[in-house]
């Protein structure tokens, strides 16, 4: 670790999505520190580093992991390479923050936390929408009985593909799957987090059915949890905009938000009550979303730093995989 107290991290993956978001989240994280990335073109890999300010830029997962001023990793790259790039970290000794979705499969994700926890490392998975004030709102309202007793409870994302600079989209072998792997896994994760309930069973139906080449391009996923809510799960990457939507569903209210994945903005959350069916004493909560990529890499640092459990550790990415698993079979 160095000697100013912040963590310095390593971007594996160092592409459109690094440059944007996780490079920014970084460097504006007042406990971390942005000293390296990778890239598969070593030529490439300098030019980013020269305009990002980071001192070390690599063309090898394996040289980045190995240096001595890396502390921790942040993987950014396609689906696929979760799997052997975190056991390369983890046997580095390096803390591992990974994108969603954890991995291709449950099999890949418990040998990720088996490796993390073998070399006694962090390790996170990136569901930032867990420190999203809206979501935390969401989960405290229902805690409190705002809405009487859940009976339902869903989630839509959807957005379009085709303005996607991931090549790989579609390509089963480095995606795994599609819209359910990309978006429906943050839909998943959050419903679980809101009911604060785990997921028994899943049916879903795709449009088209994923084979061993080619991903789905929409999905509708129906959830059972264990206390007997019903859940619903849409996501697609054939709509002309992005949209995503969450409702909960109680005995006594309905909590509802459009665009619940947002960051650094404000968003509505809307309280609904009824009396005879018909609406009655509903409310309107303003609520601040900060930026949730800087939340999540301080986070993190902040674990490294004081030996504390992720909020998103290794196991709910793990617990998220197992329903996708499942989803992507067909009845």
Same mark, same amino acid.
């Given at each position: 670790?160095?000697?100013?107290?912040?963590?310095?991290?390593?971007?594996?993956?160092?592409?459109?999505?690094?440059?944007?978001?996780?490079?920014?989240?970084?460097?504006?994280?007042?406990?971390?520190?942005?000293?390296?990335?990778?890239?598969?073109?070593?030529?490439?890999?300098?030019?980013?580093?020269?305009?990002?300010?980071?001192?070390?830029?690599?063309?090898?997962?394996?040289?980045?992991?190995?240096?001595?001023?890396?502390?921790?990793?942040?993987?950014?790259?396609?689906?696929?390479?979760?799997?052997?790039?975190?056991?390369?970290?983890?046997?580095?000794?390096?803390?591992?923050?990974?994108?969603?979705?954890?991995?291709?499969?449950?099999?890949?994700?418990?040998?990720?936390?088996?490796?993390?926890?073998?070399?006694?490392?962090?390790?996170?998975?990136?569901?930032?929408?867990?420190?999203?004030?809206?979501?935390?709102?969401?989960?405290?309202?229902?805690?409190?009985?705002?809405?009487?007793?859940?009976?339902?409870?869903?989630?839509?994302?959807?957005?379009?593909?085709?303005?996607?600079?991931?090549?790989?989209?579609?390509?089963?072998?480095?995606?795994?799957?599609?819209? /359910?792997?990309?978006?429906?896994?943050?839909?998943?994760?959050?419903?679980?987090?809101?009911?604060?309930?785990?997921?028994?069973?899943?049916?879903?139906?795709?449009?088209?059915?994923?084979?061993?080449?080619?991903?789905?391009?929409?999905?509708?996923?129906?959830?059972?949890?264990?206390?007997?809510?019903?859940?619903?799960?849409?996501?697609?990457?054939?709509?002309?905009?992005?949209?995503?939507?969450?409702?909960?569903?109680?005995?006594?209210?309905?909590?509802?938000?459009?665009?619940?994945?947002?960051?650094?903005?404000?968003?509505?959350?809307?309280?609904?009550?009824?009396?005879?069916?018909?609406?009655?004493?509903?409310?309107?909560?303003?609520?601040?979303?900060?930026?949730?990529? /800087?939340?999540?890499?301080?986070?993190?640092?902040?674990?490294?730093?004081?030996?504390?459990?992720?909020?998103?550790?290794?196991?709910?990415?793990?617990?998220?995989?197992?329903?996708?698993?499942?989803?992507?079979?067909?009845?």
């Amino acid at each position: 670790m160095s000697t100013s107290g912040t963590v310095r991290y390593g971007i594996i993956g160092f592409g459109r999505f690094a440059e944007k978001t996780i490079a920014p989240a970084i460097k504006a994280s007042p406990n971390s520190q942005l000293v390296a990335l990778q890239k598969r073109s070593l030529e490439q890999a300098r030019a980013r580093a020269k305009e990002f300010g980071v001192p070390l830029a690599f063309d090898s997962v394996e040289r980045l992991v190995s240096h001595p001023e890396v502390d921790a990793v942040f993987i950014v790259s396609a689906n696929s390479a979760h799997h052997p790039e975190t056991l390369a970290a983890a046997n580095a000794g390096k803390h591992v923050l990974v994108e969603k979705p954890v991995a291709l499969n449950v099999r890949e994700a418990e040998e990720m936390i088996a490796a993390c926890d073998r070399a006694g490392v962090k390790f996170m998975v990136g569901h930032m929408l867990r420190l999203s004030p809206l979501i935390v709102r969401m989960r405290d309202l229902i805690r409190n009985g705002e809405i009487g007793s859940v009976t339902f409870a869903r989630a839509d994302f959807v957005y379009d593909a085709r303005l996607s600079h991931r090549g790989w989209l579609y390509d089963r072998s480095v995606a795994g799957g599609g819209p /359910i792997y990309d978006i429906g896994v943050h839909c998943l994760d959050t419903l679980r987090f809101v009911l604060d309930d785990e997921v028994v069973a899943v049916k879903s139906e795709c449009e088209p059915w994923p084979t061993t080449a080619q991903t789905e391009a929409m999905a509708h996923m129906v959830l059972r949890f264990s206390r007997g809510v019903i859940g619903s799960i849409f996501c697609s990457f054939v709509s002309p905009v992005r949209r995503t939507f969450l409702e909960v569903v109680g005995t006594e209210g309905v909590l509802s938000a459009t665009h619940f994945t947002a960051s650094s903005t404000t968003v509505q959350l809307n309280i609904e009550r009824g009396h005879n069916d018909l609406p009655e004493g509903g409310r309107v909560e303003e609520i601040q979303v900060p930026n949730l990529y /800087i939340e999540e890499v301080a986070r993190f640092s902040e674990c490294i730093l004081n030996n504390r459990e992720p909020f998103s550790p290794g196991l709910n990415g793990l617990m998220n995989q197992r329903v996708l698993d499942q989803a992507m079979v067909r009845a």
